[in-house]
């Protein structure tokens, strides 16, 4: 565990996903295009036979408020069937566990969790839901979840391509290459792939095997009711217990372990996540997840180059991209590996492994860490609840950014162009001129909805975790009462409006408030965004061409993508430092000040 | 310009200043702030804190009175800043438009009751004017109103609008039919019909565009607004958020207070972007003024700004990049002749002769050669230019010279049954042609002597302006009716980027159409009744105050002083607006870093002893902390209100590189500045408590 070997795999990640990305994100561009590709002669009969089933006309060119009404509609129909489900779990087969239907508030929170591809579990999977539900509610989510974002994307840049036209394509069609030409086949072969290294894909029933060591534990004595019983001075009453076999859940692991990953959901199948042995095996299958997680949003760039005609201009964003990860990751490894004072008090040196799978390492898990806060994905390795406060406030700050480093498929960089074009706006001014982005004038709509898009997470964080300071009840949920559980609640809205999904763990989200305030920040925080992209698409659809002269900004050379990525960091910290100061910094300061 | 500077006022006059004092507490009306709403939320702060003031005098805040009520003045000082920084930008022009409003008052009218010259008048007072009727002025008159003269020529003076007081002649028909409102004859008498009614007349417009009473923000300004109020929305969030944040970790840790409601206003006023918030309304007005100043009126702050991005410049070749004449430049000899002989005949061809051109041949030949008095004829028979033998010359003692293009003046020798045509003639027209001059063959009798060179004279540092324009990105295309040889020989000389030469009205819309088509922004410069088509499909059109009506009513910008190249300056200033505009914002923002540095840890202090590390600057005290940042947000919009009135300098070089150069500027230097600032007032701070 050498700083050579952590580079030499750090950037072999990087290289590997730039070698991919581009063949990969010029591949969808033809696929959004309607061009022929290498899997044409397969897909495109049944992409002709389900159309034709469902009777879509993909020539019929929707407006953008009829693609955004098609978007919602669809939503809503997948929500109330995953509602449904949940609720309906007992009466469904493949429910081996006999697990019975979920409270309402946390159904709820589950089906909005899923279609706003947050993927925020406030439940155990293993304990809570059925194969049926896991595979035909959750694992089809993960699919249409991922392809709704990735096809308003494609609606964007299809406005920043088109001229003085009303439309912005079909939802339809677009909704559905996306699961056929991207996110089915890659699937196939990422779930094979993880068969191989060890991953399970089962229907059996969970299997009880005895423990070679039998094991005693405290366990807290219920009452009638069911509830934990208190003592005198408040603490729970408990009672010795001895345990001799444990149970082992089994699944369809890998089907949803792959989409998991490529669509950015990030829902484990088991509440430990990606650090469970049967969703990821091996270290390889670790760095393949972390490439799962990257991919489709690195190479989005790719298609947007190429749909707009100059594939510089998807590499500068790209670039930006790049440089803000290696960043994030490089401030979160410094800081593991410096570890904290109380652990070298201990005696414990080489790095801050607590909450970290040791299969994976200190490397294997940062990495991971940051590729999932990064994108919206919210799968983990690692708590992030026992990072360093230093290193917990990377994950923290990557996923208040926006989730625009990658981001989520389709969203990330949707929200990445609404940040070019505020900073178009501001450098157009600063250099004399009406300012213009990819040939299209911005202008009072393009600034309103551009501030939607960046700004309505960050809004709905912070209304809500100041609401949750002030609830007695959301302040008990938290493991760590302090800077460090403030930290806790500002991660859980923070994950759940910008629709991550990753928790920092330690705060009990299954209450109503948690559900329920929840619920209304990912709803708020997916389609407020999406349909303001949408609007924007549809304007800037309408808009004549602005030939670029000299005096013409150049948005695909070093100056801009440098002032695109201090107007990131600005709107970031500008938005965040106080909230910021109260949790992860002060717990710095404190815990620095120990020594 | 020299005849205006002595009329304008600097903009820190002290009496404009003393106006302007005045009209920013008179600004101070809600009901006024409304247009620019974050300042408008700056205010509703400043109200508050005068409420914990008042809380804090009775004991009921745990604030010593002393520090709130500080907070309070300096915020109410930071509105009233940015009211007098508006106020101020008006100041100049509303001295102007009270000035131009007498002119306007008080005038009576002589109405026809028809075209007719001759018809029976009735007085009638100015303001019961309407279109279509008419009008006649006489010598010593006001015009009543705008119109076009359909009858007789005037000299008329136009300072009341113009500032210019050399008269101008305005006669019916061509281009210089056109007379505005409140001007006066010298001398003459004209039909005016009118073509504007009373409050919509060019005096009247230009009255209000002044005042600002109609001035609507541009959708560029209204774009950057909406950045601004949500920027200010999020750090209302912001600060409404530490409230719930701080409450829970006062509880959490047990020790000190929740921030207070005036530490909270007092973050919340210095992170919103106030500085860029209150300077904007000037940064726009000013900038029409900048361009009053130069006797050009824009119809719309749209307009200036659309010329900021134009990348087309369509001119006229005639008066704009060359001097309105051809000028004599070189006597070529031909045949046997020497220069001498061939200047004298030029001379004598020439002396009847009052076109500009034929002044320049004789001032030419006098200069080269010194010719005086005894080589002039007394006296001759003066043969005008005719369509039918384009020729012009004299005719003394017996001989007739001549002088007129190649092929006319050799069928005048032919016609003279003359046969000794030189035969290095047709060379020596060839080349100058080519060279995109006009040859002019003078001969006496059937002797041909020479050719006169005559040359479109190519304004001296012009290729410069265009130089500057290129760098900008702005491509420049020179119009004009030559044939393309000469027009390609001017272009080259000039160095425009192309031309378009024979060109007629068709060709003139054409060229706009398919440039825009392209995507390009468009600008032309034009006088005519010709021009109005092209003028009026242009993104940027500005007309010549000398031009035609149409001419007038087509454009978006007018230029009293009929100068052309004033359309460079108007591209400066509209860039200069946007530039100072991303400039501020850029710098207002930046400023915000520092000011957390202070505010932050001077308001959780008491909470978390461990934030002081983050007290970088070493602030004396919390409150003093807290009061620097808002004095130093207070006092920055005065420091920056010349840059706001003046614009930022602009200097023509690539996009990037400016970008560049402002972001270092005014990005670090925003970041930078605040730090040294607020430090500096708490030093001064520290002095008194």
Known sequence: ?595 | MSKHLSEQKSIFDAALLRAALVEAVKKLDPRSLWRNPVMLCIEIASCITVITFIMSLTGAGREPAWFTGQVSVWLWLTVLFATFAEALAEGRGKARAASLRKSRTDVVAKRLASADPGGTTTTVNASQLRKGEHILAETNEVIAGDGEIIHGAALVNESAVTGESAPVVRESGGDRSAVTGGTTVVSGSVVIRITADPGETFLDRMISLIEGAKRRKTPNEVALEVLLIALTLVFLLVCANIYPLSIYSVAATGLGHPVSLTVLVALFVCLAPTTIAALLPAIGIAGMDRLFQKNVIALSGRAIEAAGDVNILLLDKTGTITYGNREAVEFIPVGNHSEREMAEAALIASLADETPEGRSIVTLARQRFKLDQQVMPIDGEPVEFSAGTRLSGLNTAGKQYRKGAADSLVAFVHGLEGESIPSDLAQVVDRVARAGATPLVVCCGTEIFGVVNLKDIVKTGIQERFCQLRAMGIKTVMITGDNPLTAAAIAAEAQVDDFLAQATPEDKLRLIKESQEAGFMVAMTGDGTNDAPALAQADVAVAMNTGTQAAREAANIIDLDSNPTKLLDIVEVGKQILMTRGNLTTFSISNDIAKYFAIIPAALLSIYPQLGALNVMRLASPQSAILSAVIFNALVIPFLVPLALKGTKFRPMPAEKLLISNLMVYGVGGIIVPFVGIKAIDLVIGLFV
């Open chain 1, 1 to 595: 565990m050498t700083l050579p070997n952590d580079l030499f795999q750090f950037f072999g990640l990087l290289g590997a996903l730039l070698l991919l990305a581009r063949p990969f994100g010029t591949f969808m561009s033809r696929v959004y295009n309607g061009e022929r590709t290498i899997l044409s002669p397969i897909l495109t009969p049944c992409e002709n036979l389900f159309y034709r089933i469902c009777g879509v006309d993909r020539t019929d060119e929707m407006s953008w408020q009829r693609y955004a009404l098609a978007m919602l509609l669809f939503n809503l129909v997948f929500f109330l069937t995953l509602l449904g489900m949940l609720l309906a779990q007992p009466v469904l087969p493949f429910n081996p566990q006999g697990l019975p239907d979920l409270s309402w508030p946390l159904a709820l929170n589950t089906a909005v969790s899923f279609i706003t591809n947050t993927n925020w579990q406030n439940y155990s999977g293993e304990s809570t839901l059925s194969y049926f539900t896991q595979v035909v509610g959750l694992t089809v989510h993960n699919f249409v979840s991922a392809a709704s974002g990735m096809a308003i994307v494609i609606a964007l840049i299809r406005g920043f391509v088109r001229r003085t036209t009303a439309t912005i394509g079909n939802f339809w069609v677009d909704l559905t290459r996306s699961v056929l030409y991207i996110l089915l086949p890659l699937s196939l072969v990422a779930a094979v792939f993880l068969v191989s290294q060890g991953a399970i894909q089962n229907f059996s029933d969970y299997k009880t095997v005895p423990l070679t060591q039998s094991l005693s534990y405290d366990k807290p004595k219920l009452n009638a009711m069911g509830s934990p019983m208190l003592d005198q001075a408040g603490k729970p009453l408990t009672e010795k217990a001895i345990a001799k076999e444990a149970t082992i859940p089994m699944g369809p692991v890998a089907s949803q372990e792959a989409i998991k990953e490529l669509g950015t959901n990030g829902g484990g199948f088991f509440n430990a996540n990606s650090a469970h042995p049967f969703e990821n095996p091996t270290p390889l299958s670790n760095f393949m997840e972390i490439l799962l997680i990257l991919l489709i949003p690195a190479a989005l760039t790719r298609t947007f180059g190429v749909m707009v005609g100059n594939p510089r201009q998807g590499r500068a964003l790209l670039g930006v991209m790049l440089f803000l990860f290696i960043a994030a990751f490089a401030v979160l490894h410094w800081s593991e590996l410096a570890s904290t004072p109380m652990l070298h008090h201990l005696g414990l040196i080489g790095g801050n492994l607590e909450g970290k799978e040791l299969r994976f390492g200190l490397l294997g898990s940062n990495m991971f860490s940051v590729a999932t806060t990064a994108t919206s994905c919210g799968a983990v390795t690692a708590m992030h609840d026992s990072l360093t406060p230093l290193g917990g406030l990377v994950p923290l700050s990557l996923i208040l950014l926006g989730e625009i480093i990658f981001g989520g498929v389709g969203s990330g960089l949707y929200t990445m162009l609404a940040f070019a074009i505020i900073a178009v706006f501001v450098s157009g001014l600063m250099i004399g001129r009406t300012p213009e982005y990819l040939g299209k004038k911005i202008e009072v709509r393009e600034m309103w909805m551009s501030i939607v898009i960046i700004l309505i997470s960050g809004i709905v964080v912070l209304i809500s975790s100041g609401l949750a300071m002030i609830t007695p009840s959301a302040t008990a949920s938290m493991a760590n009462p302090g800077a460090h559980g403030l930290s806790e609640v500002l991660y859980a809205f923070a994950s759940m409006a910008n629709n991550n999904g990753s928790a920092f763990t330690g705060l009990t989200g299954n209450t109503n408030f948690y559900n329920l305030l929840g619920a209304l920040a990912m709803l708020i925080g997916r389609y407020v965004p999406a349909i303001a992209v949408l609007a924007m698409a549809g304007g800037l659809a309408e808009k004549k061409y602005v030939s670029p002269s000299l005096g013409t900004l150049p948005t695909d050379q070093f100056p801009f993508a440098f002032w695109l990525t201090i107007v990131i960091l600005i709107v970031g910290a500008l938005t965040f430092f106080p909230a910021l100061a109260l949790g992860p910094i002060v717990e710095h300061l404190s815990m620095t000040g120990v020594n």
